[in-house]
């Protein structure tokens, strides 16, 4: 488990990579033409944490930020591209604001297609 640091008059505030990637995919799954998260990625990401909640977040801390990966599910016929950048916007600015942390980057990967009433 990685943490994340943010400073201020107080103290130091520490934010695992788990709870970023719960606030990550929380955000996520509010974004219209998402069908989900898409778990291949996330087994073994955390045995704190279930999977289904971190499920289909990567998140990297580095020294000047980090940097988030997503591996979701979109419906058939939605404009991937658009999906995209509502998602690193809703993103960043959840974690941003939630955390206090710099988002540097949000790489959203699109792993599967959903067509119909898939559960």
Not at 60 to 86: C, F, K, T
Not at 91 to 102: P, Q
Request: charged letters at 25%.
């Amino acid at each position: 488990m990685e943490t994340a640091e943010v400073k201020n008059d107080l103290g130091t505030v520490r934010v695992s990579d788990q709870v970023i990637a719960v606030i990550a995919r929380e955000a996520a799954l509010h974004v219209k033409g998402i069908y989900g998260m898409d778990d291949r990625f996330s087994h073994g990401i955390s045995a704190v944490i279930s999977d289904a909640e971190a499920e289909g977040v990567r998140v990297s801390i580095r020294e000047n930020g980090i940097v988030i990966d997503l591996y979701v599910a979109a419906w058939h016929g939605e404009r991937l591209p658009a999906i995209a950048l509502q998602l690193q916007e809703a993103v960043k600015e959840s974690v941003g604001d939630s955390t206090g942390l710099r988002v540097n980057a949000v790489n959203v990967n699109v792993e599967r297609i959903v067509f119909g009433e898939e559960k």
